[in-house]
């Protein structure tokens, strides 16, 4: 079974510059996580779809981050404008299943992201 | 939202049995207690879940108190190849969706020789 593919793996960029991420989750996986992992720290939830709608955005950043999964299948994370602190590993995962008990995500690679 | 509360790091050596405890005293009733790993340069791994009691896989071992309000994760005989971060997540459910991972800072498990 093929896992959660992201691109791409690395990206440098200028501070003001926009960037975007891909995601093609698990076939067949309704939910979609996307986490940002400062160096140190914990995975933080920015966002979280079930199919192509949005289920908890509270901590993204909406002045410069948005996300889109159209079509319920892979998704899309950008920036714009990238500030030097949006410099992280940017995770997506998905999830096959509803209800409390399925706690079980795939996670992808990651993109790491330097913003200088 | 539950909060989890565990130890920054541990240390062990090769072969020894591991037990990292999560505290969870604001748990709801639907929540289940899930563990995950996390090597460097990779994203996290689902370990194991559970809700309450005893549970096993070929990984790891999940114990649950009645009272719910704590877990402990261990790992039989663990190898240098386990030095990873563990998380402890406490999952927030929403009716008709999965439930929402929210991770905290984890424990850093140092496994030498």
């Known amino acids: 079974e093929a896992g959660v593919a992201q691109s791409p793996r690395y990206k440098i960029i200028e501070k003001r510059q926009s960037v975007a991420f891909w995601c093609n989750p698990i076939s067949g996986h309704a939910t979609l996580y996307w986490y940002q992992q400062i160096l140190g720290q914990g995975p933080k939830l920015l966002i979280q779809f079930q199919n192509n709608g949005v289920v908890d955005d509270s901590q993204l950043p909406k002045d410069r981050f948005s996300a889109e999964r159209l079509k319920g299948v892979d998704s899309t994370l950008k920036i714009q404008p990238a500030k030097l602190e949006d410099s992280a590993v940017y995770l997506c995962a998905s999830s096959p299943g509803r209800g409390p008990m399925n706690t079980e995500a795939f996670f992808g690679q990651g993109t790491r992201l330097t913003v200088v | 939202l539950a909060k989890t509360t565990q130890p920054i790091s541990m240390d062990s050596y090769e072969g020894q049995e591991v037990n990292i405890t999560c505290s969870h005293n604001?748990?709801?009733?639907?929540?289940?207690i899930t563990w995950y790993q996390q090597f460097p340069s990779q994203g996290p791994r689902f370990i194991i879940q559970?809700?309450?009691t005893k549970v096993t896989n070929e990984v790891a071992s999940l114990f649950i108190p009645a009272d719910r309000k704590s877990s402990t994760l261990s790992l039989p005989r663990v190898s240098l190849s386990d030095t990873a971060v563990y998380y402890c997540l406490v999952g927030d459910s929403y009716t008709g969706t999965a439930s929402k991972l929210t991770f905290g800072t984890g424990t850093r498990l140092q496994v030498t020789l």
């Open positions: 604001n748990i709801a009733t639907n929540d289940y």
């Open positions: 559970g809700y309450k």
